[in-house]
């Protein structure tokens, strides 16, 4: 009997060992999924100047990667390409595109003829090691959650040069959030009444359930790929900046998904489940293939004709 003491005292050592473990977890979880709006917006701060880091032309366009400056000292790389031909003040539609995780500002290339169109693709504000793999993830992780909150406010940063240049037409403002950059557009059409139409491409909802589906292939086991998931959606703010939750403020401004029938990386249910949460006026389009990446030009080039020519039809406007 005199051994149950120090025993049942061990099992209160440890209960309240593991319940301030649940307390600091759960603390820790809402520091990380709080409100990000305040932080856009002093992040963003105010446009002070800009840099040229290269330029060039051909018969058709001509380019040039810029690094944007903020006051607070953020900077955005963008590059800009526009049609070479002169134009009246205020007559060119811009195209504003945040690509893929590994695309960045290369995906205004992808338009060799803007036709007659601004185009302009954002660099993503990711800083450290350049694609860690396995439990290197671990450790770039505050990186990586710096750059998916400051995507946002560089996005805004850009328009703030973007349509400060002559010819570019304020009340034709296109956002394409393409893949891993849909989260970013809808967040920014939703807060930013400059931006006229949002495209979301190869974008779904819920991005617990796009981690979860897309770690099968190096998670086998079901309760470990889970808890990987949640982890991960926690770290990158994933319920905070689900398109699902801020894709029907963009209203009354149109929103047009293209996804595709092949799609081998986003379940069709979180495809239907973000168009549902979309409100009107709204449009969806259904192209054959897989998911879009860099090596896949078909899918690249059906994407951009589609929506090339779907803009110039000013379809939903």
């Known amino acids: 009997m005199a051994r149950r003491g120090p025993r049942r005292f061990r099992w209160r050592r440890v209960a309240f060992a593991l319940g301030g473990l649940l307390l600091l977890g759960i603390a820790a979880c809402a520091w990380l999924l709080r409100d990000p709006t305040p932080y856009f917006a002093e992040r963003r701060s105010r446009l ?3 840099d040229t880091v290269t330029s060039g032309a051909d018969s058709l366009s001509s380019d040039v990667a810029l690094r944007l400056h903020a006051a607070n000292g953020f900077a955005v790389d963008i590059a800009v390409r526009r049609p070479v031909a002169a134009a009246p003040a205020r007559s060119r539609r811009l195209l ?5 995780q590994r695309a960045g500002k290369e995906a205004a290339l992808l338009f060799p003829d803007t036709r007659g169109t601004v185009v302009a693709a954002i660099e993503y504000p990711y800083h450290g090691a350049p694609n860690p793999k396995g439990v290197a993830v671990l450790g770039q992780a505050p990186a990586i959650r710096r750059a998916i909150l400051d995507t946002p406010p560089a996005l805004m940063l850009a328009l703030d040069h973007l349509l400060a240049m002559p010819d570019v037409d304020t009340t034709r403002v296109e956002l394409i959030g393409a893949s891993f950059g849909a989260p970013f557009a809808a967040v920014v059409a939703a807060l930013d009444q400059r931006v006229t139409r949002l495209w979301l491409l190869h974008a779904a909802a819920d991005p617990y359930r796009l981690l979860e589906h897309n770690m099968h ?3 086998g086991t079901a309760p470990l790929r889970a808890a990987a998931a949640g982890a991960a959606n926690v770290l990158i703010a994933g319920p905070r900046l689900d398109p699902a939750r801020w894709v029907a403020r963009v209203a009354p401004r149109p929103v ?5 029938l092949e799609d081998e990386r986003i379940p069709r249910v979180l495809v239907d489940r973000l168009f549902a ?3 009107e006026p709204k449009a969806q389009h259904w192209l054959p293939g897989l998911h879009m990446q860099r090596n896949r030009r078909d899918v690249l080039g059906a994407l951009v004709d589609t929506v090339m020519a779907l803009a110039q039809r000013d379809t939903l406007r």
């Open 96 to 100: 504003v595109i945040l690509g893929g």
């Open 277 to 279: 949460s979309a409100a």
């Open 256 to 260: 047009i998904m293209i996804n595709a």
């Open 48 to 50: 002070i100047g800009s």
């Open 217 to 219: 292939k190096y998670i």
